[in-house]
């Protein structure tokens, strides 16, 4: 069975610093990685994801994660956040493109 | 374009009762979920389906009750409602590469 694990329930920044979600996951098989966003009281949305090629996903608004196998691991990073980014960020493992499994999450707050 | 639609946004319920939250997508997709996301503990598999007819159990199942009788509808039913079963309740449609997900139902258990 997979799992994600998510050791920073909150990240806390200034705007315009650089930021990292930490994740991992543990798999037997290969695996597809993705990352969520969760702004306040509204649901998911994907924000980027690995599924084979380039080891390294970025997103339109300037995240990008990079998939690392020998230490399995999907960070999520961006160099420079916005007030804007305040959300909670999830980290998700599937297998067979369907059961989504998910990390704790994790809440970044920007602040000015 | 709708997506997901979740019924309804908020509910409120003694214990012992039972309710339906609906979950319809437009997407034409296979493969449907639903999870509870709780404070800490992230989101959590209640139960999917692959297809209409075809149900199965997830991380979380015990309490809860699905069935798939078209493509665009998933229903989720509480049997009778426990307050353990307070949380915010997100059905999902498409798997991992294109999962959506609708905006919940926040479920309180008095």
């Known amino acids: 069975a997979q799992s994600v694990t998510q050791l920073d329930s909150q990240v806390p920044v200034f705007e315009e610093a650089p930021v990292e979600l930490r994740c991992n996951y543990s798999?037997?098989?290969?695996?597809?990685l993705f990352w969520y966003v969760q702004y306040p009281n509204q649901g998911l949305q994907l924000l980027l994801k690995y599924l084979s090629g380039s080891t390294l996903v970025k997103s339109i608004n300037g995240f990008e994660a990079e998939f690392n196998k020998s230490q399995t691991s999907f960070h999520l990073r961006k160099p420079s956040v916005h007030i804007s980014d305040t959300a909670e960020y999830f980290c998700?493992?599937?297998?067979?493109?369907?059961?989504?499994?998910f990390g704790t999450g994790t809440r970044l707050l920007v602040s000015p | 374009n709708a997506g997901v639609t979740q019924t309804p946004k908020f509910q409120v319920l003694k214990t012992g009762q039972s309710m339906t939250l609906q979950c319809a997508q437009d997407?034409?997709?296979?493969?449907m979920s639903w999870y509870r996301q709780d404070p800490g503990m992230g989101l959590r598999l209640i139960h999917y389906?692959?297809?209409?007819?075809?149900?199965d159990q997830g991380e979380v199942p015990n309490g809860y009750n699905v069935s798939r009788s078209t493509t665009e509808d998933f229903p989720l039913r509480l049997l009778s409602a426990a307050p353990s079963q307070t949380s915010v309740y997100f059905c999902?449609?498409?798997?991992?590469?294109?999962?959506?997900f609708g905006q919940g139902t926040r479920l309180t258990v008095v």
């Open positions: 389906s692959v297809g209409a007819g075809i149900t």
């Open positions: 998700a493992v599937a297998t067979g493109f369907q059961k989504l499994v």
């Open positions: 997407m034409n997709h296979e493969y």
């Open positions: 798999s037997s098989v290969s695996v597809y």
């Open positions: 999902a449609s498409g798997g991992g590469t294109e999962a959506f």
